[in-house]
């Protein structure tokens, strides 16, 4: 089984920087009070990211708003974001998309990106496929990749666009050739089921790995399957399992209970029921189609049969213990 990205979180805003103490500089600051719109945002760009102060959205905001009503687009896209996100403002997708829009108008490829994604999942503004597909088209137009894979997603589904495979490669290719991981795992979806390409397995490698070193687990899941099926390279068990494991420790269910399989049969690992169990166990927390958790269980139990009770125990409790360092983190 092959998975693929469809939709994630739309995420503007960096990490918590660190507080500095060099504060902002005197000039710009000068600049900005006098009501300077490209200091205005660049100061309220300092307080978003904590450049040289501590960080604060509220004051972040306040000076974004200044310069954005001077029709500063940067300005636009940053009180955007804010309210998409409820930082330093309350949370307003209407307010996000509103501007979004006055900066998208100006041609900023952000805006137009992130007003496509308002439009795509009905965030401020009534759910329209076909005002997605054309706001994503305008950024991906100006080599925006995000917007080039969301617009490639539209158009192997058929939502507001006519369902074009082909096209959704074309895409794909177009951000994946920019480093863009989602666009390269599902272009390795693309050639592994011959979607709008003719298939090819080792085409489908070369971009899952790709999207693999960069840390995709579902890539490093599809890449770990290629490798335990043949398809694209030679079959390789142990390698197989190398990819799954680096799945399975992102908290993948399918590589999880395909890595625990590979225990439970000592395929590219030793046996170890051990291992199996635990790996099992995990899996079993996780989302995975109804018939895959049916044999799931079984086989978690068949593995602890073949275990002491002490040794059960313990492989219990180290899973409970992963399970617990391993909770998504919250945003």
Do not use: C
């Amino acid at each position: 089984m092959f998975r693929t990205f469809t939709v994630a979180l739309l995420l503007f805003m960096s990490a918590a920087a660190p507080a500095q103490s060099k504060g902002i500089d005197p000039a710009l600051l000068a600049k900005a009070k006098a009501g300077n719109a490209a200091a205005e945002f660049s100061v309220g760009f300092d307080y978003a990211e904590g450049e040289g102060v501590p960080q604060n959205y509220m004051k972040a905001a306040e000076w974004y708003r200044k310069a954005a009503n001077q029709g500063n687009a940067d300005a636009q896209v940053g009180l955007g974001v804010l309210y998409n996100n409820g930082l330093g403002v309350t949370q307003d997708y209407t307010q996000a998309a509103e501007w979004y829009r006055k900066a998208a108008n100006q041609g900023d490829k952000f805006a137009q990106f992130g007003l496509g994604y308002a439009y795509e999942f009905g965030r401020g503004v009534p759910k329209d496929g076909t005002q997605a597909a054309a706001w994503y088209g305008k950024a991906a137009e100006q080599g925006f990749a995000a917007a080039q894979f969301y617009l490639g997603v539209l158009h192997q589904s058929g939502e507001g666009v006519s369902q074009d495979y082909a096209q959704a490669v074309v895409l794909y290719r177009k951000a994946a050739e920019q480093g863009y991981a989602k666009a390269q795992v599902n272009l390795g979806f693309m050639y592994s089921n011959g979607r709008g390409v003719p298939q090819d397995y080792a085409q489908a490698v070369d971009w899952y790995r790709k999207a693999a070193d960069q840390g995709a687990s579902i890539a490093q899941y599809n890449l770990g399957d290629l490798y335990r099926k043949g398809k694209g390279v030679p079959q390789d068990y142990a390698e197989a399992a190398v990819w799954y494991r680096k799945a399975a420790e992102q908290r993948d269910a399918d590589a999880q209970y395909n890595l625990g399989i590979a225990y439970y049969n000592g395929q590219g690992v030793p046996q170890d029921f051990a291992e199996a169990y635990f790996w099992l166990d995990i899996a079993a927390s996780g989302r995975l189609e109804d018939s895959i958790m049916k044999a799931l269980v079984k086989d978690r139990d068949d593995a602890a049969s073949q275990l002491t009770s002490t040794v059960l125990l313990q492989t219990q409790e180290r899973a409970r213990k992963w399970f617990a360092a391993h909770q998504p983190k919250a945003q």
